[in-house]
């Protein structure tokens, strides 16, 4: 996923702002000028990993751990590149797919159908949400 996004801020600043963000969601990051790359982003698999939570969106998730790789890349205008890499969440929703199939499979019923159909749409829309909310904490963290 690529998106631009706006700063009002000088580039030096927007980029000590994002690496503040990266450091505080569990993220490491190194600078190359003023591009910031992803070296680890969180992998939480039980609820108790306390990287997978977050107090700064209102379900309190996170987003960066479904994120397997980001580049913020800070341009003369001081608009920012964003490039993230979704491929962990995909894995998870594939996962969860597999999981799905089998447990019907073995066991298939018309009512099993119509039970897995909804939490496969509604994992889905959730990981493409939570893929929404990594940019709109980035312009949260380079407001002026």
């Known amino acids: 996923m690529n998106l631009l996004v706006q700063s009002e801020l000088n580039r030096d600043e927007t980029v000590v ?7 505080s969601r569990s993220v490491n990051s190194i600078v190359e000028g003023y591009t910031l790359k992803s070296t680890a ?11 997978g939570w977050s107090g700064n969106n209102w379900f309190g998730i996170n987003p960066f751990q479904f994120v397997s790789a ?3 890349a800070v341009n003369e205008n001081s608009g920012i590149e ?21 447990c019907v499979a073995g066991n298939f019923s018309a009512s099993y159908l119509v039970l897995l159909l909804p939490v496969i ?9 939570l893929q929404r909310l990594v940019p709109v904490e980035i312009k949260n963290a380079v407001r002026a």
């Open 70 to 72: 980001m580049t913020l």
């Open 17 to 23: 702002r994002l690496r503040s963000l990266l450091d």
């Open 82 to 102: 964003v490039i993230i890499s979704v491929r962990r969440a995909i894995g998870w929703m594939v996962f969860w797919w597999v999981v799905g199939f089998f």
């Open 41 to 51: 982003t969180p992998f939480c698999v039980f609820s108790l990993d306390f990287r």
């Open 121 to 129: 749409a509604s994992v889905l829309i959730w990981f493409v949400f």
